[in-house]
């Protein structure tokens, strides 16, 4: 599951800090100032992992809703992805306050584009046929094959296109040029396949 993944992936920057970490850390604040705190190891790996917990009950809750239409609204679509939102923002930044880091704002783009990337690649693969939304090109119009073998390739590679633009925010790999090279990637592979299976009668 890779919303559940994506809970998980503080952990790297946890592991990086972890030695650096005060041994209590803010975890509740009131006019800017920390009121409540917990140890390190809580804030550390204790969250990402609540996180993930959260995330797991959230998808089983919802794959087992009997009211299928219900369970593929946009309310409920958003609802899946607050658990990993949650995670991938919240304990970075608790970890940077904690060390007083100032977080470069490059670095809060890459995480917020990457959660933006793998939010549609996981919607991609389970996108149907349709004149709105998805890798639109006449061939993948045409063709149901076509469409779907597209739209599965093309999730699975922004859903790691995201995950790797995320993991650069948090490490820190400066330049906008990884950004641009993530991008092109995950826009030209699925368009390339495509017009590949077009070629193939596909």
């Known amino acids: 599951m890779s919303t559940t993944i994506i809970c998980f ?3 790297i920057l946890s592991f990086t800090l972890y030695d650096k970490l ?6 509740h604040f009131s006019r800017v100032r920390g009121d409540d705190y917990a140890p390190k ?7 990402p992992v609540l ?12 794959n087992n809703d009997r009211d299928k239409i ?4 946009v309310s409920k679509y958003l609802g899946m992805w607050s658990a990993p939102v949650t995670s991938v923002i919240l304990v970075p930044e608790l970890l940077f306050i904690a060390l007083r880091y100032k977080n470069p704002i490059q ?14 690649g996981n919607y991609l693969s389970k996108c149907k046929r349709n004149y709105t939304f998805g890798i639109k090109l006449p061939w993948t119009l045409n063709s149901v094959d076509n469409w779907n073998n597209t ?36 826009t030209t592979v699925p368009f390339l396949y495509s017009y590949w299976l077009y070629k193939k009668g596909v």
């Not at 005060?22 to 975890?27: M, N, S």
């Not at 190891?41 to 969250?47: D, N």
């Not at 219900?70 to 609204?73: E, F, N, V």
């Not at 599965?152 to 950004?179: F, H, K, P, V």
């Open 9 to 11: 992936l503080p952990l």
């Open 22 to 27: 005060p041994e209590q850390i803010a975890i």
């Open 41 to 47: 190891a809580f804030a550390a790996f204790g969250l």
């Open 51 to 62: 996180m993930a917990a959260i995330n797991i009950l959230t998808h089983l809750k919802v």
């Open 70 to 73: 219900s369970s593929i609204s």
């Open 107 to 120: 670095g809060i783009l890459s995480e917020v584009l990457g959660i933006m990337i793998t939010m549609f």
């Open 151 to 186: 739209h599965n390739i093309a999730g699975d590679i922004w859903i790691l296109g995201g995950i790797c633009m995320i993991i650069s925010g948090y490490i820190r790999i400066q330049g906008i040029q990884l950004i641009l090279i993530i991008l092109a990637i995950i």
